[in-house]
């Protein structure tokens, strides 16, 4: 199998509060994870890929001190939104990277983190 | 970087009848083309995909297409059901170590009865 989750699965905070959201691969090891942020009716964008035991990197647009990825474990990556405002009100989904020998690797998918800044 | 362009944006089939949706790259060095169907407030579930040294391959119902020389892709749906209604979206990647997916923006498909 290949099961990820993610917790929360919906979070309502205040403005100017900080939010952690958390992804973990359940039943294999993930040496890279990704994060993306999906608005209603859009598609996924990627913001960061996360890797073990090293700095993430973040996609061109997407601020590093707002948005704190930290890859700690093979089977667990965290997403700190530092300082929401409304407009990060997002659906947060994270994915994690089977690492099968092949040069493919599919990419499997959290449940999703719905953040509701106040 | 890449740039993945889907079409059509929405698509209103009949039940049993076929759909289509097609997407377009622009990275040559793309290799891995997966297709991902989202029910609203869900994950996104790999449905099928595609590597770039096969130019067609079929699960059951859906089936993909590749065309590499022009850069795009398609995927099809026979005898459409009512639980296909959902957004769909393609994606592209280098594979390899990056295997960053870019995205498409998404079909929302709708079968009606």
């Known amino acids: 199998g290949a099961v990820v989750s993610q917790h929360p699965s919906w979070v309502i905070c205040k403005s100017g509060t900080s939010v952690k959201i958390e992804c973990r691969s359940l039943?294999?090891?993930?040496?890279?994870m990704f994060w993306y942020r999906q608005f209603p009716k859009q598609s996924l964008m990627l913001m960061a890929t996360?890797?073990?035991?090293?700095?993430?990197?973040?996609e061109q647009g997407v601020e590093k001190d707002k948005f704190l990825i930290n890859h700690a474990s093979l089977t667990l990556s965290t997403l700190t939104v530092t300082s929401a405002h409304p407009e990060d009100s997002s659906f947060y989904i994270c994915?994690?990277?089977?690492?099968?020998?092949?040069?493919?690797?599919?990419?499997?998918f959290g449940p999703g983190t719905r953040l509701t800044v106040t | 970087g890449e740039n993945v362009e889907q079409h059509p944006s929405t698509l209103s089939v009949q039940e049993g009848d076929s759909a289509v949706i097609k997407c377009t790259y622009s990275d040559s060095a793309s290799n891995y083309f997966p297709w991902y169907k989202q029910e609203l407030g869900k994950r996104p579930q790999l449905i099928i995909d595609i590597r770039s040294n096969v130019g067609e391959k079929k699960d059951q119902r859906i089936a993909v297409t590749l065309n590499k020389t022009a850069k795009h892709f398609s995927l099809h749906i026979t005898e459409t059901q009512p639980e296909d209604s959902a957004v769909y979206f393609c994606?592209?990647?280098?594979?390899?170590?990056?295997?960053?997916?870019?995205f498409g923006t998404g079909t929302r498909l709708q079968v009606t009865l």
């Open positions: 994606a592209a990647s280098r594979g390899g170590t990056a295997s960053k997916l870019t």
């Open positions: 996360s890797n073990e035991g090293s700095k993430a990197t973040y």
């Open positions: 994915s994690a990277r089977k690492p099968i020998p092949t040069i493919f690797y599919e990419q499997y």
């Open positions: 039943d294999f090891q993930a040496t890279t």
